[in-house]
């Protein structure tokens, strides 16, 4: 059975940092990219970055670069996302999801775990 586990959110001030956590189980994704993900109430699902698990190159979206790094431990089958100076729009629900394409869109992303919820306060 294939998990994705994020953990790491929480209550953060603006300006702050926090670092995501995707715990992967279940089958091995060394051929997958990883990608995180975000929404905000009334809103659609953001894609943020996406990482190849084979050689670690990373892909940001422009609301992410400069502020966001995605990085992924192989011997602990973990994909980070770290978070810096962290505004209020940052609030979200966090989702890490895995991927045989090279895409941006949800749609193309095959696993997902279940969500952690970030909230920056002003």
């Known amino acids: 059975q294939v998990q994705l586990v994020e953990s790491g959110g929480g209550l953060v001030q603006a300006g702050g940092s926090l670092r995501l956590s995707c715990a992967v189980s279940?089958?091995?994704?060394?051929?997958?990219?990883m990608g995180w993900f975000r929404q905000a109430p009334g809103k659609e699902r953001e894609f943020l970055a996406r990482?190849?698990?084979?050689?670690?190159?990373?892909y940001y979206a422009d609301s992410a670069k400069g502020r966001f790094n995605i990085s992924r431990d192989n011997a602990k089958n973990t994909v980070y996302l770290q978070m810096n100076s962290l505004k209020p729009d940052d609030t979200a629900v966090y989702y890490c999801a895995a991927s045989k394409l090279l895409v941006r869109a949800s749609s193309g992303y095959e696993y997902w775990g279940q969500g952690t919820q970030v909230t920056v306060s002003s």
């Open positions: 990482i190849n698990w084979s050689d670690g190159s990373a």
């Open positions: 279940g089958r091995t994704f060394s051929s997958y990219v």
